[in-house]
């Protein structure tokens, strides 16, 4: 119960949703409950249409681990090119670049690594 309030008070509805229900598998009878599930259910009703879905929640969440883990390779690639392992650095960074393509930081470290080669190569 304590998460569905911390949910409502962000107004985020649908999480509250979720652990209203789960609470009420558990607990059917609990007057604190049905109650507190009687107003979630009217503030999700007044604000249907102006939240997202949970599937594009859900969605939206996994874009974010996505990135978070295109961002590592990034960072790994960096340390790579530190180490002057340019082909490391640069097939992470051509792998990085195809799971999000709008990363600039992918397209600087790959600029430097073609800076590198041809500072090498002189």
Request: proline residues 3%; negative net charge; charged residues 35%.
């Amino acid at each position: 119960m304590r998460i569905a309030n911390e949910a409502r008070k962000a107004n985020d509805y649908l999480q509250a949703d979720d652990q209203l229900v789960s609470a009420m598998k558990a607990d059917p009878k609990n007057p604190e409950l049905i109650a507190l599930k009687k107003i979630n259910d009217r503030d999700l009703l007044q604000n249907q249409g102006r939240q997202p879905d949970k599937q594009t929640l859900r969605e939206a969440e996994q874009t974010a681990r996505e990135r978070v883990a295109t961002s590592v390779k990034v960072q790994n690639a960096k340390v790579k090119l530190g180490m002057g392992q340019l082909d490391e650095a640069e097939a992470i960074l051509r792998e990085a670049a195809l799971e999000d393509p709008t990363n600039s930081e992918i397209f600087y470290y790959l600029d430097r690594t073609q800076q590198d080669r041809y500072h090498v190569g002189a």
